[in-house]
């Protein structure tokens, strides 16, 4: 943005294509109008400039680059990801959500939960004030990440979701492998980051939003763990090496995104999970 003094001089000549394209910019990572209302005051923009500046813009389409997105083209029941075929099993259009089979194998399912064993610690949630992490009550298994890259396994399963879902692999999340022991869950929430969180600005410098999950079932709890969508009365039992992906365009709950892990009943729930960015995420 422009400096407190000559924000002061555009005031008079309205609205810099500079300011515009800052404005689109903070929209397309979910930062709200008042948000940047506020910024723009802040730093010296006369507010009814700053105020037409944010009325232009909303009638233009934001600048987009895509969602992650499986080439369903003519309803295969098969994907090529290149080392193996992927069962595609269901898909929805409102909400984005797709069911996919066989995207691990059984050993390789195995080879994940006995790499993650060692790692695991009380799973944490973003601590949306501060842009940090905390525990958090609505979520009670116990997980660790692994860095992209990090083991020959974690880095053939980034390059098979990357073909899978047509999405750079430098624009994911490093891995999570999840255990839920009976009695644990995960209430429903949204993946995405929320706009009006004052945390959330720290959280998007690294990536942007989050804009896809895909979620792969490594074992099979006896009763149990279902992944919930409540407004969408949908529920996936877990399947090993079956996987549920949905995306979201927008940082907001018309996404129809809202999800959950049931508790588990019996036995216990692995999970492995991939968060999918906007951008680059370092």
């Known amino acids: 943005m422009t400096s407190s003094s000559s924000a002061q001089g555009q005031a008079v000549a309205g609205a810099s294509p500079q300011l515009l394209q800052w404005i689109d910019e903070q929209r ?16 010296g923009w006369n507010e009814a400039v700053a105020r037409e500046a944010l009325q232009g813009p909303a009638q233009r389409a934001a ?37 996919f089979g066989q995207i691990l194998s059984d050993a390789e399912c195995a080879a994940l ?7 695991l610690s009380r799973s944490l949630t973003v601590e949306t004030t501060s842009g940090g992490e905390e525990i958090n009550a609505d979520r009670t298994s116990d997980g660790m990440f692994f860095q992209r890259g990090e083991l020959p396994l974690v880095q053939q399963l980034e390059e098979r979701i990357a073909r899978l879902l047509n999405w750079p692999i430098e624009n994911g999340e490093g891995l999570q ?22 945390g959330t600005a720290t959280i998007l410098r690294r990536g942007g939003q989050r804009v896809g999950t895909l979620i792969i079932y490594l074992n099979e709890p006896e009763q149990g763990g279902a992944t919930i969508f409540p407004e969408s009365a949908l529920q996936v039992v877990p399947q090993r090496g079956h996987a549920v992906f949905f995306s979201y365009d927008q940082p907001d709950p018309g996404t129809r995104t809202l999800h959950g892990g049931a508790p588990v009943i019996k036995g216990e729930k692995w999970i492995a999970t991939k968060w999918l960015r906007e951008g680059r995420f370092d």
Do not use: C, N, W
């Open 113 to 119: 939960i006995d790499a993650a064993k060692p790692r």
């Open 63 to 99: 600048p987009t680059s895509g969602l992650p997105e499986p080439d369903l083209a003519g309803e295969p029941g098969m994907i090529d990801v290149g080392d193996r075929q992927v069962r595609v099993l269901m898909s929805m259009k409102a909400p984005r959500v797709v069911l």
């Open 177 to 198: 492998v999840l255990r839920y022991g009976p009695g644990a869950e995960y209430k429903p929430h949204h993946d995405y980051f929320a706009p009006d969180e004052p």
């Open 28 to 43: 397309r990572i979910g930062v709200l109008d008042a948000t940047m209302l506020t910024a723009m005051t802040a730093a």
